[in-house]
Each structure stands twice: as C-alpha cells, then as structure tokens.
C-alpha cells in the first residue's frame, strides 16, 4: 500500500485544506486530554512551514446533523491554538457566506478552522455537493485524521474527488506500521487480542490467523473459548451465540499451526463492582459462584514468555476490567512485557491505548495507533475509504 503523502506536494501559496482527528474529551469548556491534537501538529507545522495558508475540518460528539453549540470547536480550538504557538480563527459555521470570505482572505501562514463538520447531516451521508463546496476552501487536500479513516464521510473521503489529495504524517505513519502486519511481518509474530466480546473481535482473529505464529486471547471473550473446550466458566461473561463461532477459530487456527493462548488461571470477583473482593483462581475452571475479572499469574508468565522471541507484535484489547484497579495487574504486566521485548509493536483499539497511556509506557512501544474503530477495521483487512482516496 503506497501512499500520496504531502511532501510530494507543493504547498507554497496554496490554500490546504486538511482533515483532522481533534475529537478531543472536554469538561467545562476545557480539552482534558489532548492527545489528538498533538499527533496532527507535525503535519501541520509542516504544511505551514511551506508557505501555505490552512483550512482545518474536524467533527466533534455526535451532533447528528444539527447545529447544537455544546458540540462547537470552540474549546477545541482554545486548545489548539495553544499548542500550536500561533492565532487560529474558528469560522461561525462549516459553509456558507461569511464562511467563503474569510477563507478568500486567507494569507501564508493563516490558519482558519471550520465549525464542526458534523453540524450538516451531508458530512456523513457523503453528499457530492456539500464535498464539492468544503473543496473549493483549499487548492490541496490533506487527510491526517486516520481515526476517521474507516468513514467515507464528505470531509474524509468525498473532497478528495476534487482536490489533490495526500496523507499527512500521522496517516503515514499509521499505514507504514499497520500494513505490514497483513502484508508480510516479520516472524514469530504473536497477536494479543483482548476486550469483552468475542463479536466484536473474531473478524480480527480471523484475518489475524492467516499471519500470526501465536494469538494470545484474553478479557471477556477468552471465556466463549475456554467454554467451547470444556472447562467451567462460573457467571463469567459468555456469549452463547458464539460457542460455534469459537470452535471453528480454534479449529482453523489448529489447522494453519497457530498457537491459541488462552487464560489457565484467573483473577475472580463474585460480582461485577468497583469494590469487589479479588479472588485468585488457580485452576483453568472457575467456580460457579465467581466470574472472571483478569487473567492470573501463571497466564501472565505464558503471554511474556510468547513475548520474548516476538519479531512483530499486535495488541488490541485489555486482559481484564483494568479500570478496576485490583483487576487490572494483568492487563498491566502484559503492557510492561511488550514495553520490555525487542519486537516492533503496535498497539490500538482505545481501551489498549489508554491501558499504555495510564502505565506510562507510549515512549516503548514502536506504535501507538490513535484511531479505535479504524486500526480495528485495518486489522480486519478492510478497506478504509479515507485511506483509499490516498493510495497511488
């Protein structure tokens, strides 16, 4: 997969429109983590730095088409402004009349940031027309919000129909890591796969198979496995409909000789709270009255040992209900084993990320994905739209 990327382009003079991923968490009208933010920057700084004036898009929650002002950027943009060290001006609206002027009096080095995209129900249908208007604010288009790549929404995907379009950094970055885990990586490589539900992750499992040496399964789900192979599960979570679903990954990954490492001991609660009691389980069944919470020491030794001869490394999903303190030790073993091997890793899926981020570990990991939904997809071997309209 070969990317546009900008610094093919040339930005002098050029009005760049760029889409970004600024969907940032805020309380009382300030950004309280703006991790998104600072992963555009070099992109940004970049696109400046050439003599370009900037058109910045970004959606923000979910305002379903309507301009509903507790989604405006305008906190957003307070944050942005000061990261980036130089005056931004928030538009007071996406399109439209007053909107075009100031985009025509825009200057090198100018930076003019559109209202939530999200504010007009086209962003997401895709309208032709509303792409259309959004393109002719820029001479080129830039696309550095990979956490929305997997959308084919008008700001990510329709305006490159109109505009010479590029990857950002952060996009290229993504697809240079992400890409060789489906493509060829490097060998052993073991996929830590993690999170409640074996529905939402098995697509993954599935396109991980067909790559992985050894797929350690973890959370929530690694009970619909252990439940298929016999073993007691107690009132740990299990997902009937997928008992089926389970056996056949088992048997295709028994198959292709891919090593299957799930739980052999647990960290247990009686019930699912804050305040619940741990209860360690040393055995691979659990008893009636309990429900697993973590995986346990000897499963901890298991997956670092399978970490320590890695080549490439993927980890999707927590072992455990990590925001939970007394469950979360093997979700955070787990994270300092990976921050500790030799192997390229690549983590994401938001829990993963925010499991790295909370044990202080980014800095030791080769790559943190920013996109939850979409390195989840790119695992699945789908194809992102917005990544799509960038490849040459």
């Known amino acids: 997969m070969v990317l546009h990327t ?66 405006s950027l305008l906190p957003v943009k307070n944050e942005f402004e000061k990261l980036l060290g130089r005056k931004v001006t928030l538009a007071p609206d996406v399109i439209g009349s007053e909107v075009d002027s100031l985009v025509s009096a825009l200057k090198p080095g100018d930076v003019l940031m559109l209202e939530n995209v999200r504010f007009y129900k086209e962003e997401e249908k895709n309208d032709p027309e509303f792409a259309k208007k959004l393109a002719s604010y820029g001479d080129v288009y830039v696309n550095d ?28 970055k993504e697809v240079k890591y992400m890409a060789p885990l489906l493509e060829n990586p490097e060998h052993p490589f073991v996929a830590i796969i993690g999170g409640s539900k074996v529905s939402s992750k098995i697509t993954v499992l599935e396109s991980l198979v067909k790559t992985c040496d050894k797929i350690v399964i973890g959370g929530g789900m690694a009970y619909t496995f252990l439940k298929v192979q016999g073993h007691e599960v107690g009132k740990s979570l299990l997902e009937e409909d997928y008992l089926e679903t389970a056996a056949s990954f088992l048997a295709k990954a028994k198959e292709k000789n891919v090593e299957v490492i799930l739980p052999v001991d647990h960290v247990c609660a009686k019930e699912f709270s804050e305040t619940a009691e741990a209860i360690t389980v040393s055995t691979v069944d659990i008893p009636s009255d309990l429900m697993g919470m973590d995986i346990g020491p000897k499963t901890v030794e298991l997956i670092t040992k399978a970490l320590k001869d890695a080549k490439n490394v993927v980890w999707n999903g927590p072992m455990g209900v990590f925001e939970f303190s007394q469950f979360a030790n093997g979700t955070e073993k787990v994270a300092f084993a990976l921050a500790e091997s030799d192997a390229v890793s690549v983590v994401g899926g938001g829990d993963s990320v925010a499991a790295i981020n909370k044990f202080g570990l980014a800095d030791k990991i080769s790559h943190v994905s920013t996109g939850g939904g979409a390195s989840l997809e790119f695992l699945e071997g789908k194809t992102l739209p917005g990544i799509k309209a960038l490849e040459k």
């Open 6 to 71: 900008v610094k093919e382009a040339d930005l002098k003079g050029k009005r760049v429109l760029i889409r970004v991923d600024f969907n940032c968490p805020v309380k009382d009208g300030v950004v309280t983590d703006p991790t998104r933010i600072k992963a555009a920057l070099p992109t940004i700084e970049y696109i400046l730095s050439e003599g370009a004036s900037l058109v910045v898009m970004c959606h923000f929650g979910r305002p379903k088409g309507e301009k509903k002002m507790e989604y």
């Open 145 to 172: 919000a990979f956490g929305t790549a997997h959308r084919a929404h008008a700001s990510t995907e329709g305006v490159a129909h109109y505009l010479p379009s590029y990857a950002g950094f952060l996009i290229e």
